[in-house]
């Protein structure tokens, strides 16, 4: 391979930047050149984001140019003074720089200290040489040649008047999906476009539910991914969470944290903060860094393997506020964001998760006159199906609705006979009021039945049940509450079959049949 650093493709930056360099079509006006970033990924997190441009190698050239093409006809690669420790004996780029070419002759002449050698990087090596040119810039003194500050969302990012030579991209903060990249600017490739990886740390947030019934437990899972923390010396993941008004935090002790599916440890590797600012229920800090061995002074290496996925996962349960309102609750993920600077942090935005929980509204009216309302109807409920969620292990086609101590549970019944549920103190019997109204709460999605058991003063009691669907939102509360209209009509209740039914008026009307026939008979022995 010749002269890779001439190459018109090279794998481009150390913050998974990946390059393609070019001619441009017209010849290129030396000794300047520039890089442009295609489909920028601009912090997500933050209002700004810093491109930073690192020169490694300078290209010089003996000032002479060819009259067709205008490039220069002569130049030559030197350490760019800003990296010349990274060069030198013992350090990390030492074995990049050699003293004779490979055979056959493939590498790019390098002049140090007046002595002519050669860069060592090749294609099989380009990987391992940009970490460790990412890892010292990040380390120490080394400021980039040049940077951009671009705002949030930008569609280009480009590098411009930018002398020739050897170059490392970073978007500033960058650490998730970084691949080793590196680009040259040449003297007859002296622009180049850039497409961009790197992208910022990112927090999603789940629930096992969102139609919830009230007293029920809700597993929420905070989930992010081991970031790459080459050149850190400290880094840190704090995720913060607030529930609302609805909900419950049950506590540290339901909080679980997995790294790479391995259950970490509280108190070892991760800590709660004792009092959480604003409002949040918990604040929970995971260090990703641990001390390099044998090292003084002391180095830091990452704790856990890159990209593996962090899972925190807690439960809160759902109080009676939650009825027929949406509860928004939102967490944020704070992290380092600077190597140069320990006390460097930002935030996400706000992760939001909304749940919600419903309930039905009686209203009992007259079927002959729907204005009139009927207090003193009693009813009680029972699921008929589920939706697709079944988080509820208790709730179960035809069992009934119990509500006890703030808390939603289900109870199968042996005996349905309407007389019996209304005896039956282990499920909730409610009372239509003077409005004629009553209410069943803390309901999630599925399809139920209002049973009536006890019918107003004067009318008929019900017999089928009343069927409803619960079809929640989480963006529209007006369907938190299902209005089930009632009617009952007045008279007399007919009695059923095997009763005593029509049988004392057969009875009655024989005796006075039978009574007349005696009557007449004497009457006419009477005459004769």
Known sequence: MKKILTLVLVAVMMTAISVTAFATGTTPTPPTGSIQITSPKTDPNAAKTTYEAYKIFDMTTDGNTNSTSGVYTAVAYTINAA??????????????????????????????????????????????????????????????????????????????????????????????????????????????????????????????????????KVTYTLSSNVPDTTGFKAYEFTFKDKTSEGLTYDGNGSVTVKIGGTTLTADTDYTFAASPAGGNDFELTINLLKAKAGTDPVEYEAKYAYNDLIEVTYTATVNATAVSKIDNNHATLTYHNDPKDDTKKETTPPVEVKTYSSKVVIDKVDGNSTTTKLPDAKFVLRAKTLGADKHESDLAAGKYYNYTSGSVSWVAVTNED???????????????????????????????????????????????????????????????????????????????????????????????????????????????
């Open 418 to 528: 309407a007389d019996a549920l209304a005896a039956n103190t282990d499920i909730t019997i409610v009372t239509t009021n003077a409005s004629g109204e009553a209410q069943f709460v803390g309901l999630e999605d599925g399809v139920y039945e209002l049973i009536e058991v006890v019918a107003p003063n004067g009318y008929n009691r019900l017999t089928t049940p009343v069927e409803f669907t619960i079809a929640g939102s989480d963006s529209d509360v007006s369907k938190l509450t299902v209005t089930a209209t009632v009617e009952n009509k007045s008279g007399a209740q007919l009695p059923s079959t095997g009763g005593i039914g029509t049988t004392i008026f057969y009875v009655v009307g024989g005796i006075l049949v039978l009574g007349a026939a005696v009557t007449l008979v004497s009457k006419k022995r009477m005459e004769e």
């Open 83 to 216: 990296w010349a420790d990274f060069f030198s004996t013992g350090k990390p780029g030492a074995a990049y720089i050699v003293d004779t070419d490979t055979d056959p002759a493939s590498l790019n002449a390098i002049t140090v200290g007046g002595v002519k050698k050669y860069i060592n990087i090749t294609d099989s090596n380009v990987a391992d040489f940009a970490k460790a040119a990412f890892a010292y810039a990040q380390t120490k003194p080394v400021a980039a040649a040049t940077s951009i500050e671009v705002d949030q969302g930008a569609a280009e990012v480009k590098f411009t008047n930018l002398p020739l030579g050897y170059y490392m991209i970073y978007p500033k903060g960058a650490s998730v999906q970084i691949e080793p990249s590196l680009v040259s600017l040449t003297n007859t490739s002296p622009n180049g476009t850039v497409k961009q990886k790197a992208e910022y740390p990112k927090l999603t947030k789940v629930a096992d539910d969102i139609s919830t019934e009230i007293g029920q």
